[in-house]
């Protein structure tokens, strides 16, 4: 799988902006690295996450998507 | 704080500021200075168990987030050599010149809440604390679990960092003893923390950790803490009562404890590492203060406060809260700190808002219907974006992005010069939406909102693209990824901006009028406070008298008599032209929220409607009618009150009594009732001196499962094993017998010390009976609020909001959220009125405008949104439909998501807002 | 309070730990000036320093 | 509450249009836990990585179908 060594996949990531958003916050704060790949939609609360927004990422062509509360 | 001099209302304090080397006004806390600097001083956040530099900030979260030079290790300012973090510093904050500032400043009140100081062991020869490496204090123990300590939170010994296996924790270091450290008083709060370090140790261990507790008495009296302590006991926790005398370490830096069982036998058990569970004290510098100020402190050295005031000093102005005034928890000081503020403001209410200060905010323009016009202010930081993330490169493809009409890069967006250029630009250009791409939104989006409001606009016209915190500080190896994730961020948040329209936030009238539920002390208080600051208040009680359970007390834990007091209570009350007393009624039917609630009651005259702001619960317990113990069956057996009420009367004449026994947790700390009804222990002991006093020869016992006399109410204990009181502990699985044999009363009780069977003879049984709650559930449904498994109303957040509901407008205060004694309800009633007065206070009140609507177009009624709604802010409405009441909506989302009919959506999140993101996200 | 007596419609909290912080707010939202002093660089008191709290095991942050 | 019980439906019907379970991932992390967001993210990105690029429900859904 010599192509998926160069591969860098997409990941749409849906943070609640009280929990996980905070922790992203808190990461860069004590800038803690981590991989490039995610792009962050901040959403209110889980409770806001709606199966409509992962199909649509896929559909859109992500590689993966990430929801945390 | 100096000293303080005037009167009550009218005080000038002086105050001396040291000097912190760096201009708050110029720090942006990039933290570019921390690297340079070349002095390692101990790091007293993590109580030393790690190394920060001279100029530092206390930790990741403090407020405010700016750095401080410690002049005592700055090599610049003791040596006069270095200037590093002059050098570093990109917006020269740092000024070496800086000096110590006195100043004098007037106010009415003063609130002193200089809190305590954890014991410190070093002077315990018995723990070597000082000698051995693997002997921790417990707040050590803290940072080495806490993710933020030393170790990142991974569980190891400070000796050779390896996980230890087994760890024991010792109870009472520097409390419960006058040998040592002259602390008769329990700290409280030590029981509780170090079953909580055990079991999150636990957790955090890989290989199964063996927890210890080596206690004499497991105090574990406030609300879920006994469950707490059960489930602890249920994961492997082992609990040991025995105090340690002797701590040896060994050839591996292990370490042997010696202990003693309870049936005498001596043993040993070598543990990886052992934490002292240390107490509270007051610190030496707060004893200074408050004899400056001339504050009487008792015998313990905390400040005296009566049962009757609880957070008001001898001094009057001067009002304490929190540990200064006696070893608490932290919900406990929470309460105390909203009542010293309602106590600081009663006095003061006919200056309220004259000094306060509120923003004046231009009428915004309408956008709506224009073309969005979008502003794009890509921020540098410095150097912390700007070092990473090509900014140029960044601005010149916003530029390129549909709707953008301005881009511009500033060193600093949020330095205050730039905040005023940017309301300059958007007025300027005419833009309509605003993107900073810079830092994150939890802590600068309401700063740049105020930028857009001072500019005209609508505040939630906005998004930030956060490229530091979530970019450049965390992709620092990949310069290029992180400018394209930068730019990826700037396209996703101006796709979003695009879409937003001015959303209006709500205003309220507030209706300034109170009613207070419940007429016992709690309730009485709430309402004096109320009516003393202005406020018009309607007492319900549903007895035909005012006093609730207080009729019955005797006594307080600090000696004070209960009934002068409550009659006292009661005529004030009855006085006060600012409160109307309901008898005998309650309540039918509770309509509206916060701000406008009007209640049906029924009283003896019929149904009457009361319009109010705000509403205070305080409806009380009662006290558990016993089945066992032959309650009921010989007059000889009486409960605590039953006991109280019969010395107050004078049918039970202490004189006559020659041998009582009393028995504790009758109905508490059982299956059913899986809680400590706090306040029982302490009322044996009270009694038990009252017959001691009244006939020294009379034979006292309490069997007791855990003595809990917690705070300074240990020195009852001890006052009363010094007069001859016996103590004999049972066990749950053996409980005592009593037994009528011919006229003879007789309680039979296994002594495990002794390995046999005890036989009394008694005059008097005394059941310390439970506090059981009154599972209103009606009440709890009319003002939707929770109530728990064991009937007692749920608060909003058991650490930081005790008083609060979820539901605005709505506090509780006394029994009613859990067993307590009665300075505690006093605290908590004060507490509930200054958590009331902060809605009552305000003419109208505005709701975020980031709520549910619902479409009602596409509605069908089918009720999912009003079943999963957590704040039962949505209700049908006479076509069946669904509404939103915005006052009650948190903004949340979850009826947008699980609607099938896509009927509601977010004002600010709405789904097509969340799409534009997802559509420019690749 | 006697009529007439100058008031003065600010407070001092001494102390920013969770309690100073708690009187603080409670008294700034109720339409009072309010004064905070501490000691150290930064507010949050004892409190910062703890992992996490009982018995919900809340963050203490 | 009930965005968990909404997830673990929605994952069995990806599963059935042929998106890979690994594809999909849900984390609870409180605001204090920074480093747990890190490792996760370096987790979900492993994750992802390893299953290579998304073969179905792109933009020419109609075309895989």
Same mark, same amino acid.
């Given at each position: 799988m010599s192509e998926n060594a160069e591969f860098s996949p997409r990941i749409a990531a849906f943070l609640c902006n009280w929990c996980s958003y905070g922790a992203a916050d808190l990461a860069g704060v004590s800038r803690l690295q981590y991989p490039p790949n995610i792009q962050v939609i901040r959403i209110p609360c889980t409770g806001r996450m709606s199966p409509k927004f992962i199909l649509a990422a896929f559909r859109k062509g992500v590689d993966g998507v990430w929801v945390s509360g | 704080m100096a000293d303080i001099a005037g009167d009550e209302g009218d005080f000038t304090v002086k105050v001396v500021t040291h000097p912190r080397y760096v201009d708050t006004s110029k720090c942006i806390a990039c933290g570019a200075c921390t690297p340079k600097c070349p002095a390692k001083v101990s790091n007293d956040y993590n109580e030393g168990l790690d190394k920060r530099k001279a100029i530092y900030v206390r930790y990741a979260q403090a407020v405010p987030l700016k750095y401080g030079i410690d002049p005592a290790k700055c090599i610049k300012l003791t /040596?006069? /050599?270095?200037g590093n973090c002059e050098k570093q510093c990109p917006t020269g904050a740092v000024n070496y010149e800086d000096t110590e500032t006195t100043r004098d400043i007037q106010v009415g009140s003063v609130i002193i809440s200089a809190g305590f100081k954890p014991f410190d062991p070093s002077a315990y020869v018995q723990y070597s604390y000082s000698k051995?490496?693997?002997?921790?204090?417990a707040l050590e123990m803290e940072r080495i679990l806490a993710a933020s300590g030393p170790w990142m939170g991974h569980l190891v010994r400070p000796s050779d960092e390896k996980e230890p296996k087994k760890i024991a924790w010792l109870q009472c270091v520097g409390s419960r003893d006058v040998n040592t450290c002259d602390h008769p008083y329990c700290s409280s709060v030590c029981c509780m923390y170090a079953i909580k370090e055990a079991a999150i140790a636990k957790e955090h261990s890989h290989s199964g950790l063996d927890a210890a507790i080596f206690f004499m008495d497991m105090r574990t009296f406030g609300k879920d803490f006994e469950k707490y302590y059960e489930k602890a006991k249920t994961s492997g926790v082992r609990f040991i009562r025995s105090r340690i005398h002797t701590i040896t370490e060994q050839p591996d830096k292990s370490l042997m404890i010696e202990y003693a069982t309870e049936d005498g036998q001596a043993k040993t058990e070598v543990f990886d590492m052992v934490v002292l569970s240390h107490g509270l004290e007051v610190a030496k510098s707060s004893i200074e203060l408050a004899n400056k100020l001339g504050i009487e402190l008792k015998s313990t050295q905390f400040v005296k406060t009566t049962s009757?005031?609880? @957070?008001?000093?001898? %001094?009057?102005?001067v009002y304490v809260c929190g540990a200064l005034a006696g070893p608490k928890d932290i919900p406990l000081s929470v309460v105390e700190a909203s009542a010293a503020a309602c106590a600081a403001a009663g006095k003061l209410s006919s200056a309220r808002g004259t000094l306060a200060q509120t923003k004046e905010v231009p009428q915004a323009v309408d956008v709506r219907g224009e073309v969005p016009k979008v502003g794009v202010f890509v921020c540098s930081c410095g150097i912390n974006i700007a070092s990473m993330v090509d900014v140029k490169a960044v601005v010149d493809y916003a /530029?390129? =992005?549909?709707? @953008?009409e301005f881009v511009e890069n500033n060193l600093f967006s949020c330095s205050q010069d730039t905040q005023d250029k940017m309301a300059q630009t958007i007025k300027e250009k005419g833009l309509n939406r605003v993107v900073v791409a810079a830092c994150t939104p939890r802590t600068h989006e309401p700063l740049f909102q105020e930028t857009l409001q001072a500019a005209g606009l609508n505040k939630y016209l906005f998004d930030m693209a956060n490229i530091r915190n979530q970019d450049s500080w965390v992709h620092a190896a990949e310069p290029e990824k992180a400018t394209e994730k930068a730019k990826d961020l700037v396209r996703m948040a101006v796709a979003k901006v695009a879409l937003l329209q001015p959303l209006n936030e709500v205003k309220l009238s507030v209706n300034p009028a109170a009613m207070v539920i419940g007429g016992g002390v709690a309730g009485m208080n709430a309402a004096l406070e109320l009516a003393g600051q202005g406020f018009t208040t309607h007492l319900v009680e549903r007895d035909a008298q005012l006093g609730g359970n207080a009729r019955l007390l005797r006594i307080t834990a600090q000696g004070e008599e209960v009934q002068p007091y409550l009659d006292g209570l009661a005529k004030k009350v009855m006085d006060n032209p600012l409160i109307t007393t309901h008898l005998a009624t309650s309540l039918k039917d509770v309509e509206g929220f916060v701000g406008n609630f009007k209640t049906t009651l029924a009283g003896p005259a019929g149904e009457t409607v009361v319009e109010h702001g705000g509403a205070i619960i305080a409806i009380g317990g009662q006290e558990y009618q016993p089945s066992e113990y032959m309650y009921g069956q010989d007059p000889r057996v009486m409960t605590h009150l039953q006991i109280d009420a019969a010395m107050m009367n004078g049918e039970l004449d202490a004189k006559k009594v020659n041998s009582a026994v009393f028995i504790q947790c009758v109905g508490s700390r059982e299956p059913e009732r899986p809680y400590c009804s706090k306040v029982c222990c302490t009322h044996s002991v009270e009694s038990a001196l009252h017959l001691k006093e009244h006939n020294p020869d009379c034979q006292v016992v309490i069997i007791y499962r855990d003595m809990r006399t917690f705070a300074e109410r240990e020195l009852l204990y001890k006052e009363a094993r010094a007069k001859g009181v016996l103590f004999v502990r049972y066990d749950v699985n053996q409980k005592p017998v009593v037994k009528k044999d011919g006229d003879k009363l007789t309680v039979t009780v296994r002594d495990h010390i002794l390995g046999r069977d005890l036989l009394i003879d008694a005059d008097l049984v005394g059941l310390a009976s439970a506090i059981v709650s009154h599972k209103n559930t009606e009440l709890a449904q009319m003002f939707k609020v929770p109530l728990d498994e064991d009937g007692w109303f749920l608060e909003?957040?058991? /650490? =930081? %909001?005790? @008083?609060?509901?979820?539901?605005?407008?709505v506090f509780m205060a006394g029994l009613a959220h859990y067993p307590k004694p009665l300075e505690e309800a006093v605290a908590q009633a004060l507490a509930a009125v200054s958590r009331a007065v902060t809605v009552l206070s305000s003419a109208e009140m505005s709701l975020s405008g980031t709520v549910a609507f619902i479409d009602q177009r596409k509605c069908v009624g089918c009720g999912v949104c009003w079943t999963v709604c957590p704040y039962q802010a949505i209700t049908q409405d006479d076509k069946g439909l669904a509404v939103v009441n915005e006052a009650l909506c948190k903004g949340c989302g979850t009826c947008v998501a699980s609607c099938r009919s896509g009927a509601p959506n977010l004002r600010g999140f709405t789904t097509q807002d969340v799409m534009a993101q997802i559509e420019a996200m690749l | 309070m006697a009529a007439g007596k100058k008031v003065t419609g600010a407070v001092m909290v001494v102390g920013g730990g969770i309690a100073g912080m708690q009187a603080a707010l409670d008294l700034a939202n109720s339409g009072y000036y309010v004064y905070m002093v501490e000691k150290g660089p930064a507010i949050g008191g004892v409190m910062s320093q703890l992992d996490k709290t009982f018995p919900t095991n809340d963050c203490a942050m | 509450m009930f965005a968990r019980r909404r997830f673990a439906v929605l994952k069995n019907l990806l599963e059935y249009v042929g998106i890979e379970p690994g594809r999909l991932h849900f984390s609870w992390i409180s605001s204090a836990e920074a480093e747990k967001f890190q490792k996760t993210v370096a987790a979900v990105t492993e994750d992802v990585k390893a299953l290579g690029p998304a073969q179905h429900m792109i933009k020419d859904i109609r075309k895989v179908a």
């Open positions: - | /040596k006069g /050599k270095c051995y490496k693997n002997v921790v204090t009757f005031a609880p @957070v008001s000093s001898n %001094r009057p102005g /530029k390129t =992005l549909p709707f @953008v909003a957040h058991q /650490k =930081l %909001r005790p @008083v609060d509901f979820a539901t605005d407008g | - | -």
